[in-house]
């Protein structure tokens, strides 16, 4: 797992590896992500995690995994985790990539800092890999990722219907893409958001993304 991002204050650099900030550096502000309230985990088949080794256990599963490849979302800061995110379903040949398993804690969740998260991963995919498409998959039933999804840039492709079972429910997948031809137009958006001009003296955006 990678500790995702670094720009301004918000999150470390894309390219140190997650195996850098391991579960005994971030496993206990992970706690407190991972054991959030049940109505945040519907749309996850995993959590929440609520006891100190259940989560020492599935840190150290995500450390092994190639792919889904894990990042820490860490606040510069006070060098605590507040989320975690993963990049999946590679596929080298055709350069296609995903992002999933977004788990934001609390303190992330609608904040500038979330938002540049998403943009400096998504930077790397394009910019660092240099791949053609990267997507995003949810719950149709899922409207606050739907939301983010095109918040993001992502274009709406499509529902896959029952494309599988998740907690006993048949779920249908809502599709989402950004392609390569359009990361420099959406690299500008993300970066007029997050200047510094955009915000006020309270930290409230002055024009939405």
Request: one cysteine or more; glycine letters at 6%.
């Amino acid at each position: 797992m990678r500790a995702a991002c670094r720009r301004r204050n918000y999150c470390r650099d894309v390219s140190a590896g997650w195996r850098n900030c391991r579960q005994k550096k971030h496993g206990s502000s992970l706690r407190e992500v991972y054991a959030s309230p049940p109505e945040n985990w519907t749309y996850l088949s995993i959590g929440p995690i609520t006891d100190a080794d259940g989560l020492e256990a599935y840190l150290a599963k995500l450390e092994q995994s190639a792919d889904p490849y894990w990042f820490a979302i860490v606040e510069q800061e006070s060098g605590r985790a507040v989320g975690t995110v993963a990049l999946m379903r590679t596929d080298t040949a055709n350069r296609t990539i995903e992002v999933g398993w977004v788990v934001y804690g609390e303190k992330l969740k609608r904040t500038r800092a979330a938002t540049e998260a998403q943009f400096l991963l998504m930077q790397y995919v394009f910019e660092t890999l240099h791949y053609r498409r990267y997507e995003w998959k949810c719950d149709a039933l899922n409207a606050p990722s739907c939301r983010a999804a095109e918040r993001l840039g992502f274009t709406y492709e499509g529902t896959f219907r029952q494309d599988r079972i998740n907690r006993g429910r048949s779920r249908d997948t809502n599709w989402y893409s950004v392609i390569d031809s359009e990361w420099s137009e959406r690299k500008r958006r993300f970066l007029d958001w997050l200047s510094d001009d955009n915000f006020d003296a309270q930290g409230r955006q002055k024009k939405p993304l």
